[in-house]
Every structure is written in structure tokens, then in C-alpha cells.
């Protein structure tokens, strides 16, 4: 137990007072007359840094910046005292409040104190449409929108800890949510992309950027313009005639900048369109991209370019990268690397910290100021996106890398920082990472997965199974094996109880994965009695399971998030839930009577994927049926 000074430097004092409440089993503020184990000097000499020394019977942490002591006191916590400093002048996280699940203030601001003992010193809140636009109701509308209240409470709370909040929105692409009613067709260029060019669009673009930034401190904006796939090519062509996207872009660009210039706002933007354009084939890594000269000698002064990369762990690729950027795009960019959060129901760890830590490495080695670790919630936001927490804490030390002591024990700094066991949190990735390959950072082949198959085989239709031709040996038991060490291992604290959700998501694959595998053979070669004990056994254990996982799942999303976006996971559990009775019913009524014939179960399933649908990242559209649905 840490005892903090009850006198800490002024701007240190709320930022304190916030941790100690929120961390009470592992510091507290000293009490009156009690001897202070942990006190802190201001020392601008520790540029962008800290030193954590002995003191007596306790500890003196000197530190240039908030968030440096912040930072100190999390690696003390972990038992890890050091010293170390950053070559990076802001390290932040981003966040993703669009796809389906909006955290609550309470939540985000319960993570900034994880991040802050981590030394995070900035927070990227990823709004598509999810704040308020006064005189737009139908901007974020039925999906838990914030309201300027609401961002000034999650700019409150990360101000105490020495973090600057910035907004991150869309101008071009990514406005799907907006695009969909009636009232804004008239601004569409495609059913994604705004119609670049049009009066009206501008008008909507500067009331969303009063809107997102005027309840926050910083001058700073990240105005999206990412996967503007199809610019120019619907809306736009029927109004403004056939255009080449790069000068729609840059022309874009420079309005949007100009509005932003306005208010004094400093933006930011995705670079990858820029590469994507200079393409033959759209590739965002494609190495014979070309930029033309007067892309870059049109970039609008004061646009700073954010090079986002979650793919790669080569260093030398993040290099070449960085590199481009500086030649054809005019200057070193923002670093965004990201933590697998997307598409899956827990964080694919390894495959996080190898690219994370590649990645930090080259943007370090090219004296880049500037990095952001994002967490992406495509398909729903079905995951938790505490499960990122370890791959935050890689992201941070490699931030702090300078000092080859600094960073050797992440597994100290993540205890201190949040709590939770580092090899629990990364042994939870198995519920995707499958046999024989191994969930740990150091396996080039765990590193390289990208499929989910945790998650979609949950969601897997149980009926068709369509997709199961080839399934690896030994995976029922692997997912029984990882349901009984994540149980144990959540209930060994309360910082680690997240751990009861892949715990459950990996009892009811097991047997989900068992019901693929038994049915559809058992009833082509008419063994009455395996179905019989399918349908008295195992579907009904199997349903108490999904059941169990669901309200796990219900609770957690309430818990965390706002009620809006758990229609799209609840009727997906429903849907589930149908499928599964409709099973039953079709297992006993052949049962009952043997000549009447299951069409769904007559033929094998084909090999679909060729490498294996478990080596995939699939959609729940994906997977729930073999239709597509227009």
C-alpha cells in the first residue's frame, strides 16, 4: 500500500486525489501525523521524464510533467521504481464511441485513470455522429449521442490527470449514420461519403466542429477523412460532372481546413486516402504508390497527417512508411498504431503488442513527437474494450522506451497501472488465437493471426453450418481448458473479474463448436441415438451456456456503455437463440419420425474458405446466414 503525500504540487492535487479514490486497495492519501511513503518533486531537467528514488523509508518521485509523475506512481504501484523519460512530447489513446457502443462519462473516466498510471497524456474520442448538433436532432439520433454536458464531464475528468481530450470526427466519409435519413440526401455524394463541393455540406460541417469542440479545452480537431471510398463518384458526378478524386480531395481539404482555420483549430487527418489515390490497385500499403508533387505543394498549411498502421511487425516497414510521409505528404506525421480490439469480442493481444511495439520502435527511431494507440469497434463493439488494457501498457512503455530499463517489466507496470494479471489478459486471446499455435507475443504465428473465430463460430449459423468443413482437431477441449483457467482467474480479484465474459464466451463454443461437428454426421448416417443425446444433453447445456454468456454480456455493455446499440447484440443472442430452438424441434421431430427428412442436414458443408474459416476475421453478417441480403 502506497500512502501518498496529502500535500502534493498544486498540479498534481486533483489528479491524486482522483486516484487514490479510485485505487483504494492499492494507495491512499496519508493520513494526518502518518509518514508519507510516495512525494513528488517538480524537475524540469527530467525533460518529458521521471526518477523514482529512494527516500527514507519510502519514495521521491521527481518529474518534469503530470503526466510523468502519474506515470511514476503507476510503475511504483506495479513494483517496478525506475527512471525513464520519452522522446514523444504526447502519447494518447483513442477510442471508439461510434461503432454501436458510447461509453459513459463514468466509464471513460474510469479508464483515464488506468491510462494516466500508464503515462497516457491524451484522448482521442472517435464521434462519427455520436455528440449533439443543436438545430440537427437526427445527428446521432436513437444512438446514445453525448450531449455538451456530458463532453465537458469526460474533459473535467481527463483534465485532473494532465490529458488533453480531442475530438475526433468525420467531414467526408464515414457519415453513413447521418447519410441514411431523408433530410440529408440531398448531401450525399454515395450512401457513406458527404457530397464534397455543395454549400449545405459546409454549412453542416461547421456546426458539427462547434458542436465537438466547443465543450473541450483543446484547440485541436482530427477531421477523419479516411476510406472515403467511391468520392466523387455518385452525388457529386451527377452535380459536378467527373472530377479526379485527388483534386475532389484536395479541394475539400482546403474548405474544411479554412472553417477550421476559423475557429482557431488546429486539425488533423487520416493520410491513408492520399496513398490509396496514388494506387493503381487502392491499396493503402501498396509500394508503388505515387503521390503527385502537387498533392503535396496544395497541402493546406497547419493539417497535420496521421499515419495509421496496425498490420505490420517489421520496424523497417514503419520506416519506409514514415519516410513517404515526409517526402510526399511534407512532414513526419502522427503515429496511430492500434490494439486488435475490432471485429472480435476480446482484444487479439499478441497480435497488438508485436505490431504495437514494432511500430513505437520506428516511430521513436524517426523522431516522431507524436503517437495515438487506437481501439476500434467495428462489427458492433461486441468486445471489451477494457481487454485493451494490456495492450495500452505496451504501447506507453515502448513510449518510454529511451532507457532500456524502463520497459522491461510491462507485466509490473500494467499491475500497477489497472490491476490485472498480464498473462491471464493475454491467454484470454485464445479464444481466436487456436491450436497449435500459441497466444504469446514472442510466437511470430500468434503475432500474425487475424481470425475471430471466438466470435463467429458463437454466431455461426447452428442449423446450415455452413462454414465448418474444416475445423482444427482439439478444439472443443481448447476452449474447455481456456473457459477453466479464465473462471479461475477471474475470480481471483476484482480488477481481473473482467475475465469472467471470454471465460463464458469459451464454455459455450466449446460445446457450439461439438454441436457443428456431431449433428450434421450423426443424422446422415441416421444415429438415432447420438441425436437423441444432442437434443437431451447437449443443446440444452449448450443454451444455459449462451444464456449465462449473454447476461454476462447484458450486464458489462449496461454497466459501461449507454442502453443505445445493445438492440444490435441482443437480437443477434435472439437470433442465436431461434436458430438453436428451431434445431431442437427439427432434431425431434425427425426422432418421432425417421422417414420425414431434415434438408438442412442432407449435405455436408463445402470448404467455403479454402484456408479454413477459423484463419478469418468474418462479419456476425458473415456468418449468420450464407444470403446476402439487399
Same mark, same amino acid.
Given at each position: 500500500?502506497?500512502?501518498?503525500?496529502?500535500?502534493?504540487?498544486?498540479?498534481?492535487?486533483?489528479?491524486?486525489?482522483?486516484?487514490?479514490?479510485?485505487?483504494?486497495?492499492?494507495?491512499? *492519501?496519508?493520513?494526518?501525523?502518518?509518514?508519507?511513503?510516495?512525494?513528488?518533486?517538480?524537475?524540469?531537467?527530467?525533460?518529458?521524464?521521471?526518477?523514482?528514488?529512494?527516500?527514507?523509508?519510502?519514495?521521491?518521485?521527481?518529474?518534469?510533467?503530470?503526466?510523468?509523475?502519474?506515470?511514476?506512481?503507476?510503475?511504483?504501484?506495479?513494483?517496478?521504481?525506475?527512471?525513464?523519460?520519452?522522446?514523444?512530447?504526447?502519447?494518447?489513446?483513442?477510442?471508439?464511441?461510434?461503432?454501436?457502443?458510447?461509453?459513459?462519462?463514468?466509464?471513460?473516466?474510469?479508464?483515464?485513470?488506468?491510462?494516466?498510471?500508464?503515462?497516457?497524456?491524451?484522448?482521442?474520442?472517435?464521434?462519427?455522429?455520436?455528440?449533439?448538433?443543436?438545430?440537427?436532432?437526427?445527428?446521432?439520433?436513437?444512438?446514445?449521442?453525448?450531449?455538451?454536458?456530458?463532453?465537458?464531464?469526460?474533459?473535467?475528468?481527463?483534465?485532473?490527470?494532465?490529458?488533453?481530450?480531442?475530438?475526433?470526427?468525420?467531414?467526408?466519409?464515414?457519415?453513413?449514420?447521418?447519410?441514411?435519413?431523408?433530410?440529408?440526401?440531398?448531401?450525399?455524394?454515395?450512401?457513406?461519403?458527404?457530397?464534397?463541393?455543395?454549400?449545405?455540406?459546409?454549412?453542416?460541417?461547421?456546426?458539427?466542429?462547434?458542436?465537438?469542440?466547443?465543450?473541450?479545452?483543446?484547440?485541436?480537431?482530427?477531421?477523419?477523412?479516411?476510406?472515403?471510398?467511391?468520392?466523387?463518384?455518385?452525388?457529386?458526378?451527377?452535380?459536378?460532372?467527373?472530377?479526379?478524386?485527388?483534386?475532389?480531395?484536395?479541394?475539400?481539404?482546403?474548405?474544411?481546413?479554412?472553417?477550421?482555420?476559423?475557429?482557431?483549430?488546429?486539425?488533423?487527418?487520416?493520410?491513408?486516402?492520399?496513398?490509396?489515390?496514388?494506387?493503381?490497385?487502392?491499396?493503402?500499403?501498396?509500394?508503388?504508390?505515387?503521390?503527385?508533387?502537387?498533392? *503535396?505543394?496544395?497541402?493546406?498549411?497547419?493539417?497535420?497527417?496521421?499515419?495509421?498502421?496496425?498490420?505490420?511487425?517489421?520496424?523497417?516497414?514503419?520506416?519506409?512508411?514514415?519516410?513517404?510521409?515526409?517526402?510526399?505528404?511534407?512532414?513526419?506525421?502522427?503515429?496511430?498504431?492500434?490494439?486488435?480490439?475490432?471485429?472480435?469480442?476480446?482484444?487479439?493481444?499478441?497480435?497488438?503488442?508485436?505490431?504495437?511495439?514494432?511500430?513505437?520502435?520506428?516511430?521513436?527511431?524517426?523522431?516522431?513527437?507524436?503517437?495515438?494507440?487506437?481501439?476500434?469497434?467495428?462489427?458492433?463493439?461486441?468486445?471489451?474494450?477494457?481487454?485493451?488494457?494490456?495492450?495500452?501498457?505496451?504501447?506507453?512503455?515502448?513510449?518510454?522506451?529511451?532507457?532500456?530499463?524502463? *520497459?522491461?517489466?510491462?507485466?509490473?507496470?500494467?499491475?500497477?497501472?489497472?490491476?490485472?494479471?498480464?498473462?491471464?489478459?493475454?491467454?484470454?486471446?485464445?479464444?481466436?488465437?487456436?491450436?497449435?499455435?500459441?497466444?504469446?507475443?514472442?510466437?511470430?504465428?500468434?503475432?500474425?493471426?487475424?481470425?475471430?473465430?471466438?466470435?463467429?463460430?458463437?454466431?455461426?449459423?447452428?442449423?446450415?453450418?455452413?462454414?465448418?468443413?474444416?475445423?482444427?482437431?482439439?478444439?472443443?477441449?481448447?476452449?474447455?481448458?481456456?473457459?477453466?483457467?479464465?473462471?479461475?482467474?477471474?475470480?481471483?480479484?476484482?480488477?481481473?473479474?473482467?475475465?469472467?465474459?471470454?471465460?463464458?464466451?469459451?464454455?459455450?463454443?466449446?460445446?457450439?463448436?461439438?454441436?457443428?461437428?456431431?449433428?450434421?454426421?450423426?443424422?446422415?448416417?441416421?444415429?438415432?441415438?447420438?441425436?437423441?443425446?444432442?437434443?437431451?444433453?447437449?443443446?440444452?447445456?449448450?443454451?444455459?451456456?449462451?444464456?449465462?454468456?449473454?447476461?454476462?454480456?447484458?450486464?458489462?455493455?449496461?454497466?459501461?456503455?449507454?442502453?443505445?446499440?445493445?438492440?444490435?447484440?441482443?437480437?443477434?443472442?435472439?437470433?442465436?437463440?431461434?436458430?438453436?430452438?428451431?434445431?431442437?424441434?427439427?432434431?425431434?421431430?425427425?426422432?418421432?419420425?425417421?422417414?420425414?427428412?431434415?434438408?438442412?442436414?442432407?449435405?455436408?458443408?463445402?470448404?467455403?474458405?479454402?484456408?479454413?474459416?477459423?484463419?478469418?476475421?468474418?462479419?456476425?453478417?458473415?456468418?449468420?446466414?450464407?444470403?446476402?441480403?439487399?
Amino acid at each position: 500500500m502506497l500512502h501518498v503525500e496529502a500535500d502534493p504540487p498544486a498540479e498534481l492535487s486533483d489528479g491524486l486525489g482522483d486516484l487514490v479514490r479510485a485505487f483504494p486497495h492499492r494507495m491512499r *492519501t496519508a493520513a494526518a501525523g502518518e509518514p508519507a511513503t510516495v512525494r513528488f518533486t517538480p524537475d524540469p531537467g527530467l525533460v518529458r521524464g521521471y526518477a523514482t528514488i529512494a527516500d527514507g523509508a519510502g519514495w521521491r518521485i521527481r518529474y518534469d510533467r503530470p503526466c510523468d509523475a502519474y506515470r511514476a506512481l503507476g510503475t511504483l504501484a506495479g513494483g517496478n521504481p525506475h527512471q525513464a523519460a520519452t522522446s514523444f512530447e504526447t502519447l494518447g489513446v483513442m477510442i471508439d464511441v461510434s461503432r454501436n457502443a458510447v461509453m459513459r462519462p463514468t466509464t471513460i473516466a474510469s479508464l483515464l485513470r488506468r491510462y494516466a498510471l500508464m503515462g497516457v497524456n491524451q484522448l482521442w474520442l472517435y464521434l462519427e455522429d455520436t455528440y449533439t448538433v443543436p438545430g440537427e436532432p437526427l445527428v446521432g439520433y436513437a444512438r446514445g449521442r453525448y450531449t455538451a454536458d456530458e463532453l465537458r464531464e469526460i474533459d473535467d475528468a481527463a483534465h485532473r490527470l494532465g490529458i488533453e481530450v480531442v475530438p475526433c470526427v468525420q467531414t467526408l466519409g464515414h457519415l453513413e449514420q447521418v447519410l441514411q435519413w431523408p433530410r440529408y440526401f440531398a448531401f450525399r455524394d454515395t450512401d457513406r461519403v458527404l457530397l464534397a463541393g455543395a454549400p449545405e455540406a459546409y454549412d453542416l460541417i461547421g456546426r458539427m466542429l462547434d458542436a465537438a469542440t466547443s465543450p473541450l479545452r483543446s484547440n485541436r480537431i482530427h477531421i477523419g477523412l479516411d476510406e472515403a471510398h467511391g468520392v466523387g463518384t455518385g452525388g457529386y458526378r451527377r452535380r459536378f460532372g467527373d472530377r479526379p478524386p485527388f483534386e475532389i480531395l484536395r479541394e475539400h481539404l482546403d474548405r474544411v481546413s479554412a472553417l477550421c482555420a476559423d475557429r482557431g483549430l488546429r486539425p488533423m487527418i487520416w493520410s491513408d486516402m492520399y496513398f490509396r489515390l496514388g494506387s493503381a490497385t487502392g491499396d493503402y500499403y501498396d509500394p508503388r504508390t505515387e503521390i503527385p508533387a502537387w498533392v *503535396t505543394e496544395s497541402m493546406p498549411p497547419g493539417v497535420q497527417l496521421v499515419y495509421w498502421d496496425y498490420e505490420h511487425t517489421d520496424p523497417a516497414f514503419y520506416r519506409d512508411w514514415i519516410g513517404r510521409h515526409r517526402d510526399a505528404l511534407g512532414g513526419p506525421p502522427v503515429f496511430a498504431a492500434g490494439v486488435w480490439t475490432h471485429h472480435r469480442m476480446w482484444a487479439q493481444l499478441p497480435r497488438s503488442l508485436a505490431t504495437i511495439t514494432a511500430g513505437m520502435a520506428a516511430a521513436r527511431d524517426c523522431g516522431l513527437a507524436e503517437a495515438v494507440v487506437t481501439m476500434w469497434g467495428n462489427d458492433g463493439t461486441e468486445g471489451d474494450l477494457y481487454s485493451a488494457l494490456p495492450g495500452v501498457q505496451t504501447f506507453a512503455d515502448a513510449g518510454y522506451g529511451n532507457d532500456p530499463g524502463a *520497459t522491461t517489466n510491462t507485466a509490473a507496470n500494467l499491475l500497477g497501472s489497472a490491476g490485472i494479471c498480464l498473462d491471464d489478459w493475454i491467454a484470454a486471446s485464445a479464444v481466436d488465437i487456436l491450436p497449435p499455435v500459441v497466444p504469446l507475443p514472442t510466437e511470430p504465428a500468434a503475432a500474425a493471426w487475424t481470425g475471430n473465430a471466438g466470435k463467429w463460430l458463437l454466431w455461426h449459423d447452428p442449423v446450415l453450418s455452413f462454414l465448418t468443413a474444416e475445423l482444427p482437431d482439439g478444439l472443443a477441449e481448447h476452449y474447455r481448458a481456456l473457459a477453466d483457467r479464465l473462471t479461475a482467474a477471474a475470480d481471483r480479484n476484482a480488477d481481473d473479474a473482467p475475465l469472467a465474459f471470454p471465460a463464458a464466451l469459451a464454455a459455450a463454443v466449446a460445446d457450439k463448436v461439438v454441436l457443428h461437428q456431431r449433428t450434421g454426421p450423426a443424422y446422415r448416417r441416421g444415429d438415432r441415438d447420438e441425436i437423441r443425446e444432442i437434443t437431451e444433453t447437449l443443446l440444452p447445456r449448450l443454451v444455459e451456456r449462451i444464456r449465462r454468456l449473454h447476461a454476462i454480456h447484458r450486464d458489462t455493455w449496461h454497466a459501461r456503455n449507454k442502453p443505445f446499440g445493445w438492440d444490435v447484440i441482443d437480437r443477434r443472442y435472439g437470433g442465436l437463440q431461434a436458430r438453436l430452438d428451431h434445431l431442437d424441434r427439427l432434431l425431434r421431430g425427425w426422432l418421432d419420425d425417421p422417414t420425414r427428412p431434415i434438408e438442412e442436414l442432407t449435405e455436408p458443408p463445402q470448404v467455403a474458405i479454402p484456408e479454413g474459416a477459423h484463419t478469418r476475421c468474418l462479419t456476425h453478417a458473415r456468418v449468420a446466414s450464407p444470403s446476402f441480403i439487399h
